[in-house]
């Protein structure tokens, strides 16, 4: 994630910010141009160039700081109130939770919130999100659900997961002790919100990228057969564990349960290296490592457009290994655990590589 500052009073805002709390101005983040917009407090539009955009719908109810195109200034329909229009991020959800229960909302925001960053890294990649008009069944979507109570006083369940597209997530993740216990129950060193919406369009992408496509030999011969029974391997893994030795060769425990999912893991930790290398570069974090600076600033792709636009992974790799372990020593010295609990293997490297090419083949 880039750093960001207040376009009026040129103090550091930060992505999530609605407000600047320097000089007050209302803040909005624009997608398409990667910059934080400034208007005058209770305004609720800005204006740029000619342009006017207008706040996201759900700006009030989850502070959605993100903007919507509102047309030319002057035009018709700039000065048409957009209520109902929803931002690129929120309009990809299509079930919210019952905002009935008081704790719905709160999670609703914190999910929405890492969602966005999602959609940051997204728009970054270049990767397509489909079209939720023209082909609603192959756009990715999201629903966000809670657990119910059956009449009988049995609980209906909401599994996080993906499937065609669609992916569900478990409301009760943003609420930090029930994330921590599942966390603990699964032997996990690492379970976050922004975690689950990266490995969960890993599935997707995988139906978009790779499914019947020039890739899906390499990708068999670097993460295995996917024609694999996927309710036994899940049930085996549930019931084995992962087995010895498995971090040699798998980003974690869980990757080792089905081809599918160690796909969805190493994609996950993709986007971890290049938004992680791409925060490290804005904060000046480089050379953290030996004393010596591994970011290749000047490697292809990466001088013109940062980590997200490198055209290899192999400078990608190279800084983030020796980030990784200073942040740790960093964490280690305040008693926190671990900032990155991961060793990356060659194996790894080489599937992460692979996911690296798979988001910048052309297409
Ligand atoms: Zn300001
Ligand atoms: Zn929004
Ligand atoms: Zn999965």
Redesign the pocket.
Known sequence: MRRFSCPTCANEVHFRNSHCITCGSELGYLSESDRIMAAPSGSGRWEDEGAVWHACANRQAIGCNWLVEGGRLGAAEADVPLAGSLCLSCRHTLVIPDLSRPENAERWAMLEEAKRRLFYSLVKFRLDVGDLQAGPDTALRFEFKADELSADGSKRRVLT??ENGLITINVAEADDPTREKHRKAMGEPYRTLIGHFR??I??YYWDRLVADGPALAECRRLFGDERADYADALARHYDEGAPPQWQATHVSAYACAHP??DF?ETWAHYFHIVDGLETAGWYGLEGLGQGVDPMDRAAPGWAEAGPYGADEFTPLAKAWVPLTVAMNAMNRSIGLSDFYPFVLSDVILGKLAFIHRLIHAPR
């Open positions: 997961g993906h490995h969960e890993g599935h599918w999912e969805a």
